[in-house]
């Protein structure tokens, strides 16, 4: 029964060919492009609204140095947020239910608002190793503390990004099952329970949106540090 449930999270291969790298590639290829005309539709209109948004929100807290990453962390919103929200239709499959994919978002990234720290101002980035005023018996321990608490954000992202959907997928699915189960045997039952899953699928939406914005502010927060 346990196995059945996970089925869902294993990469599906078809021919001998990866479904994982359709799915990444597909969500760019229903992103809207901006036309010739001098006026856009609704869509590419409320896409262009959302992105300025975002982008202004987000890097207002950065200096001009940081601006640079505009275009990297926007279009990685714009990614994870198709990923999680078309991961959630029936029959498809969740890239960013997979840890390794996560990973292998964060590790760079976060080692690259590292790099530039040590690069550009080398006493700075180190001193959040050690907060002013410490004893001096506990520099050591603090030290270590801060080291790994530094070592760790990578995988906290990866983590986070992928618990959160796998346990939202899992739920669906229980309760979905559920509702099958009880369809022929308590029919109230039944409609409440589908009421229940509607919701459910309801806050899912919400999640998918909210940790592809986690993801992305957390990234610009560990850059706020750096630049």
Request: no cysteine; charged share 5%; proline share 7%.
């Amino acid at each position: 029964m346990t196995l059945s449930l996970f089925d869902q999270f294993m990469s599906p291969w078809f021919l001998g060919t990866p479904l994982l790298a359709i799915s990444l590639i597909l969500p760019w290829m229903l992103i809207p492009t901006p036309s010739i005309r001098w006026l856009n539709n609704r869509l590419i209109s409320a896409q262009a609204w959302f992105i300025n948004r975002f982008t202004q929100q987000t890097f207002l807290p950065l200096n001009t140095e940081g601006h640079k990453w505009a275009l990297l962390l926007t279009s990685l919103m714009v990614f994870l947020l198709s990923l999680n929200i078309l991961g959630l239709l029936p029959y498809t499959f969740t890239p960013t239910t997979q840890l390794s994919l996560n990973l292998g978002l964060a590790i760079p990234l976060w080692l690259a608002t590292v790099i530039i720290g040590l690069r550009n101002q080398p006493t700075a980035a180190m001193g959040h190793l050690l907060p002013e005023g410490t004893p001096t018996p506990l520099i050591p321990i603090l030290i270590v503390i801060e080291t790994i608490s530094l070592l760790i954000r990578p995988f906290a992202l990866g983590v986070r990004l992928t618990a959160n959907l796998t346990a939202g997928h899992l739920l669906i699915q229980l309760v979905s099952m559920a509702v099958l189960v009880l369809l022929p045997l308590m029919p109230v039952v039944a409609i409440l329970t589908a009421m229940l899953l509607l919701m459910l699928t309801l806050l899912e939406i919400a999640v998918a949106m909210i940790q592809a914005y986690v993801f992305v502010l957390l990234l610009s927060l560990y850059l706020q540090e750096n630049v």
